[in-house]
């Protein structure tokens, strides 16, 4: 479903854009806070490595959602 | 494993502990004060003297800052000749040293002493007054103290005065009735009040008669310490053997507190690997009176009513190839006993989505030989956690050649082939015209920069198959037990390969990139081209007459959330979401992929453009200097973001899904334990 007329394609872009901003942001703020606390976890217990890390990363399956679905819309363009 | 019951007399016991130790196959299981009304044994009488030399070895070590030993798996041999001699030896040693850090630190103290009043001393040295010129007035006040800035306007409070001043110090002296004015001005220009130092001689000769002894004094510190650095050179070698002997002694005599004991015996209990039993019994029961015995196994029935019974611990057995990967699953949680060790899957999971990801022939060739490299002279190195980290990054890397050769068809970010979509000169830039000026016969199957919607749709394709061995791994575990989990697992696999399906169905609706076919459709009318079509048109959400939703995969889903709902309860509803979200979740592998490709791309055409094309031969040296180390930080950038990203995946995504890695390793009694990160 190609979509026509200048303004709704940059309509689509633009929104594309504001995606990956919001995921973005959403994840840097996630992280943000989850990764304050493991580095305080890690300093009383290092041990705690194998734990911590995949914790850390988890929110960057919200920008991975925000890439998806951009792509989706940039797909709709010519 | 095995469960033995090692049985026998007191005075056996020492003998015993000692070939427990040599055999290194018994995981003790400790017994508790108590219990079946038998006590704890009591420490072997060389524990106290071990420990105590210990101690004193330990503290000579601190002083003398010597390292303490990395620690290897198979502990480390003591002197040539210990025993007694050696205990004098460290008595000997402890004596002198402690003597010599005993006058460090009173020398120490002294000279900080000195140093603060050679610091109070030193402002009134450069004052041309003695010290008694500050004392004994009846009629004036005499002020002394530091300044934070020059204080001007003291004319200002009353004209009796008289000053001196040098930088950052000021005395005044003042008559007694405009004493509490002066004071008060002086407080607020920020005069902070000092004594005057005790003495009559004047300052400068106290001054240096102060440096002076300073001088002495550090001089007689800088003996101590070369004493002590000399000793530290003969006795390194000598403290790293005595302290790993005397940890064994004081492991081997304490040993009897983990056991149980009566008056005349003594009982071990612990766990032995089966095939080694008959082997730890022989040589155990050639100490006189000692008995070994096997108690029966439980069956996983009795097993699951008694709670309290202690799983046996777990000795992971994988090939070599892949036993570095135990300790990326050892990270998560050791499997239990009655668990399949995922350490194969995982073993192939993990590096070929870091070649997903990195993607790239180049690093990949790259990590393969550099590791291979580092591996080779790492040869002696305990497996810690970085050598097994290496091996993994050598498999990534051999995945990463792989796929960047046959699928991505590129090596360190340029081509082998000019891509379709490249206008520009640079972007054309490749090996086969460019670089080779041969013609490789290999063509991408995938375009990174120009299929993202395919690389999405090979990604969720990767998350369906590693979430399917997942979910059947969970339903092997669980068939053993319970039936009904078993049949949860079943029902997740369904919603997973129904969903998949309608995903695939979805995208095979995309839109053709230059001419080609997209994955969606390939891999609806390819590996999928079985699955019964007919189905459900839904227009509104992309679902047309032509690819309508198929029956069978909406009925695998609901049939799927049913079963989930009946074994594992209506909670559960909520994670068929999680569900979805996990597998969109892997196309993070096309993200991370594609992020990388275009940062290089971009980092190659800029300097392609500026440096190498239509350029003098000097430029294109700098040029190719310049991409070789822009692709050396893409190379250490795709490392660490492809080791994260695809543990991630295993760790979140997958092992949730099945895992639960509640076990104890095996520790046999005699190994040291290994420290790990």
Redesign the interface.
């Given at each position: 479903?190609?979509v026509t007329g200048d303004l709704a394609q940059a309509a689509i872009a633009i929104g594309a854009a504001l995606t990956i901003l919001g995921t973005g942001l959403a994840t840097a703020w996630a992280e943000k806070v989850i990764g304050a606390a493991s580095v305080g976890a890690l300093a009383e217990k290092?041990?705690l490595?194998?734990?911590v890390?995949?914790l850390v990363?988890?929110p960057?399956?919200i920008?991975?959602?925000g890439?998806?679905i951009a792509?989706l819309m940039l797909?709709t363009l010519p | 494993m095995s469960r033995a019951l090692i049985i026998g007399p007191r005075d056996a016991l020492a003998r015993s502990v000692d070939a427990l130790y040599a055999l290194q196959l018994l995981h003790i299981v400790d017994h508790r004060q108590g219990e079946e009304d038998l006590e704890i044994g009591k420490p072997l009488p060389a524990a106290t003297e071990a420990s105590e030399v210990l101690v004193k070895l330990r503290s000579i070590a601190n002083v003398l800052q010597v390292e303490e030993p990395k620690a290897t798996a198979t502990g480390i041999a003591g002197p040539e000749s210990p025993g007694e001699d050696m205990k004098a030896k460290i008595r000997a040693l402890e004596l002198n040293i402690s003597e010599q850090d005993a006058s460090k630190k009173k020398i120490q103290g002294l000279v900080a002493d000195l140093n603060r009043r050679v610091e109070e001393i030193t402002p009134f040295a450069q004052l041309p007054l003695s010290l008694e010129d500050y004392r004994g007035y009846d009629s004036l006040e005499v002020f002394t103290g530091k300044t934070s800035r020059d204080i001007m306007g003291l004319e200002t409070v009353t004209p009796e005065f008289e000053s001196f001043a040098v930088p950052g110090f000021l005395v005044v002296f003042v008559a007694k009735e405009h004493a509490g004015r002066m004071r008060d001005f002086l407080a607020q220009s920020g005069f902070t009040s000092v004594a005057v130092p005790e003495g009559r001689e004047p300052p400068r000769e106290i001054l240096s008669n102060l440096l002076a002894e300073g001088e002495r004094w550090e001089k007689r510190l800088g003996e101590i310490e070369e004493t002590l650095k000399t000793l530290r050179e003969r006795y390194a070698g000598f403290l790293t053997a005595a302290r790993a002997h005397l940890e064994t002694e004081v492991e081997k005599a304490e040993a009897p507190l983990r056991f149980a004991v009566t008056d005349h015996t003594f009982i071990v209990e612990g766990w032995i690997p089966r095939e080694a039993f008959e082997k730890a019994k022989a040589d155990l029961e050639k100490i006189d009176g000692v008995f070994v015995s096997e108690i029966e196994a439980k069956t996983q029935e009795e097993h699951e009513e008694s709670k309290a019974e202690p799983e046996p611990p777990v000795l992971l057995r994988n090939p070599k190839p892949i036993k570095p990967f135990e300790m990326l699953v050892n990270m998560f949680g050791t499997p239990s006993y009655h668990e399949i060790d995922p350490t194969i899957v995982l073993a192939i999971a993990f590096p070929m989505m870091f070649g997903i990801m990195v993607g790239d022939a180049g690093y990949g060739i790259l990590w393969v030989a550099y590791g291979l490299w580092l591996l080779k002279r790492w040869k002696n190195r305990p497996w810690d956690f970085w050598k097994n980290l290496l091996v993994a990054f050598i498999w990534g890397g051999f995945w990463a050649t792989i796929f960047g050769t046959f699928v991505f068809a590129e090596a360190f970010g340029v081509p082998f082939h000019m891509p379709a979509s490249a206008t520009s000169l640079a972007a054309q830039f490749n090996w086969s015209d460019n670089i080779l000026h041969l013609n490789i016969p290999i063509h991408p199957i995938l375009e990174k920069l120009d299929q993202v919607p395919d690389f999405i749709i090979m990604a969720i394709s990767v998350a369906a198959l590693h979430l399917g061995i997942g979910f059947i791994i969970g339903f092997l575990d669980d068939i053993r037990h319970s039936v009904k989990h078993a049949l949860g697992k079943l029902g997740w696999l369904s919603v997973l390969i129904g969903l998949y399906v309608v995903l695939i169905v979805r995208a095979a609706r995309w839109s053709l990139v230059n001419g080609a076919v997209p994955w969606g459709t390939a891999i609806w009318n390819g590996p999928l081209v079985w699955f019964p079509r007919a189905g459900m048109p839904l227009p509104s959400a992309g679902f047309a007459a032509a690819n309508p939703v198929p029956y069978v995969a909406i009925g695998m889903i609901v049939g799927g959330i049913v079963l989930v709902i009946a074994t594992e309860g209506f909670l559960h509803l909520m994670e068929v979401f999680g569900l979805m979200a996990n597998v969109i979740s892997y196309a993070r592998l096309a993200g991370i992929g594609v992020a990388e490709e275009a940062v290089i791309f971009a980092l190659n055409v800029i300097v392609l453009n500026a440096l190498v094309i239509n350029q003098s031969t000097p430029m294109i040296i700098l040029g190719a200097v310049l991409m070789g180390a822009c692709n050396f930080l893409i190379f250490l950038l795709s490392t660490i973001s492809g080791t994260i990203q695809s543990i991630r995946l295993n760790y979140v995504e997958f092992f949730v899904k099945f895992y639960k890695g509640s076990g104890t390793l095996f520790r046999p009694f005699g190994v040291k334990a290994k420290s790990e990160v």
């Open positions: 479903m190609a290092p041990e490595f194998g734990r890390l995949p990363v988890i960057e399956t920008i991975i959602f890439l998806v792509f797909g | -």
